[in-house]
Every structure is written in structure tokens, then in C-alpha cells.
């Protein structure tokens, strides 16, 4: 059994990563074996973050705040707010844009699972771990 806590277990440890436009403290990474990992993602306020994980499937649920999604292939921008959760089942890229005034808080979910200290390269993806 794996238990942690984001405050005591995660915050201010290596698994806390933090960039100008986020900061995603890591739950769960591949070395905890479950085959997917699990952040709590703050999206800074009034961030745009062009995002394409082409190696990985994503599932965000938002927790706090507003803000948007928008969908490159299709041309939708979809509201987010807190209750509402998508799914990129197919490496969508995107513009994930939060609100400004407010952050935006997100529970993410990844398959493959990362490893713990990666960031974005330039078309907004995570590397697959070597």
C-alpha cells in the first residue's frame, strides 16, 4: 500500500516541480509501479500553456478555478471550472489557459507515468523516460 500526503510526503521535495507558468507537486511516478502517474497541478493565473503530450494520455479534473481548453485539431475552446474533467485520448494538443485573477487547480493523470523532474521540451510534451 502506498499512502502520502501533499503536504507532508510531496511539497518542497523533488517531486514538486515548479515553472513560471505551474507547478505540479507529483503524487504518484513510475517508481511507485502503478503504471500511470498522479500530480496536483496549480495553473498559474493568467497562463496560456501550449501543450502537446504526444508520448502520454491525460486525463485533468478541475478542482479550482476557471479557465479554458482549446482544442488545436478542431478549433473548440471548451470552459473549464471546477467539477470539470477531459480526458486527451488522442495526444490533442492544446492551449490550456487559466482565467485571470484566479489559478487554476488540477488533478492530472498520466499513462505513461513520468518519472518525477520533467518539463515541457518546445511543442509542450514530456519525453519518454529512457
Known sequence: MIVKNLYDDVIGTDADVD???WNSR???LAKDGMGFSVHDTLIKEGEDLHLWYKNHLEAVYCIEGEGEIYDK????T???REGTIYALN???QHILSANKGVQMRMVC???P????RETHDKDGSYNLPE
Open 109 to 111: 493523470v498520466f499513462n
Open 73 to 76: 485539431a478542431t478549433g473548440i
Open 90 to 92: 488522442e495526444h490533442d
Open 113 to 116: 507515468p513520468v518519472t518525477g
Open 26 to 28: 507529483r503524487l504518484l
Open 78 to 80: 471548451h470552459p473549464i
Open 19 to 21: 515553472s513560471k507558468q
